[in-house]
């Protein structure tokens, strides 16, 4: 199983190994035989894997969730370094060949290996979580608005910032990435005239690990603090937790990505330093679409997440931020202004 340094992770606790799901890669939950039927779900990690206090987790959580929903015995693997598209394919056609239902990859690199996995197992529901170019009957795009969630980031910051200068760190320079940059720029802009924001990405492609090396993320949050940032919005997975710890040694905020970092046990030694986190609700996707095959509906086509139906959000667990009334009636008013049109959040 890969593993990537990473800062005290504390992973959820699980169900002992029971079998190897694939050669590609290492089961990391409890599994029934391949001979059962309705085994229940299956995730294939991103890069970062299980762990990340972040995107891969936030899938987790879903899958626990059907499990103890329905009586599933459901499974995850990790990815592995330096992997192929055809070692995703290995993958997602064994969890499927053995009786997982649905099969969900976890990340837009899934993207090709969904497409040729479900054109093999047409009765097995495919999810795929950040893409939406996938087509086919038994296919859901589970999809969200991170410019919105990031949109209203970027309004925190600009009221939290004292040096009026605020950073972004992307985990790698792809389009999804670019989404919350724009959300998070604009946010900002709207709100305090006058704030700069300074942008870095860590990597250009996910091999290189931006979103797995929290030493990148640290040093990256290192220069920008060094360079005036008072307030730092991290998008890059595991990597986010090296600009969280950065942001405490140096006693500023630091924005949380994907899920409530604030509440994650791994942060906890840094988490009076995070601000707030745009949350993007992948445990509700990924349970949501267990459930619909479950019942016998299957989900399928782009299922998108977003302000007005809870599926981004911004955290609110930090007290200092719920409870500074500034900052709450301009995230309210900026929230407001996406759900009824007269805010339009660029995407790029």
Avoid at 36 to 48: E, F, P, R, S
Avoid at 109 to 122: F, H, L, M, R
Avoid at 139 to 165: I, M, P, R, W
Avoid at 191 to 204: D, F
């Amino acid at each position: 199983m890969r593993r990537v340094s990473r800062i005290a992770v504390a992973g959820v606790a699980t169900a002992a190994f029971a079998v190897t799901v694939s050669a590609c890669g290492s089961s990391s939950t409890s599994s029934s035989s391949g001979d059962d039927k309705n085994l229940g779900l299956a995730l294939a990690y991103d890069v970062g894997g299980k762990g990340d206090q972040s995107f891969n987790d936030a899938a987790t959580a879903g899958m626990e969730k059907a499990d103890k929903e329905f009586g599933y015995k459901s499974t995850a693997v990790e990815p592995q370094d330096g992997e192929s598209d055809a070692d995703k394919v290995q993958r997602l056609e064994s969890l499927a060949k053995q009786g997982y239902n649905p099969v969900i990859g976890v990340g837009f690199a899934y993207a090709p290996a969904v497409k040729e996995a479900a054109a093999k197992y047409p009765k097995t529901t495919f999810g795929i979580v950040d893409d939406e170019q996938t087509k086919a009957d038994n296919v859901a795009d589970l999809v969200f608005s991170e410019e919105q969630a990031s949109y209203l980031a970027g309004v925190a910051a600009a009221k939290a910032t004292k040096s009026n200068v605020v950073g972004f760190i992307g985990g790698v320079d792809v389009p999804l990435i670019h989404k919350f940059e724009a959300g998070y720029k604009q946010g900002v802009a709207d709100t305090k005239k006058g704030v700069t924001v300074k942008s870095q990405y860590l990597t250009e492609t996910a091999a290189e690990g931006g979103f797995s090396s929290p030493d990148k993320g640290e040093s990256a949050a290192d220069g920008q603090i060094d360079a005036g940032a008072d307030v730092v919005y991290a998008a890059a997975g595991l990597s986010g937790q090296g600009v969280i710890k950065a942001a405490s040694a140096n006693k500023i905020w630091a924005i949380g990505v994907d899920s409530d970092q604030y509440k994650q046990d791994a942060l906890k030694a840094y988490k009076d330093s995070i601000l707030t986190s745009a949350m993007k609700n992948v445990e509700g996707a990924v349970f949501t679409l267990a459930k619909s095959v479950e019942d016998g509906k299957p989900a399928t086509g782009v299922v998108r997440g977003d302000l007005a139906n809870g599926g981004v959000s911004l955290a609110n667990s930090n007290p200092t931020f719920s409870g500074d009334k500034e900052i709450q009636d301009a995230v309210k008013k900026a929230e407001e202004g996406i759900k009824n049109g007269t805010i339009t959040v660029k995407t790029s």
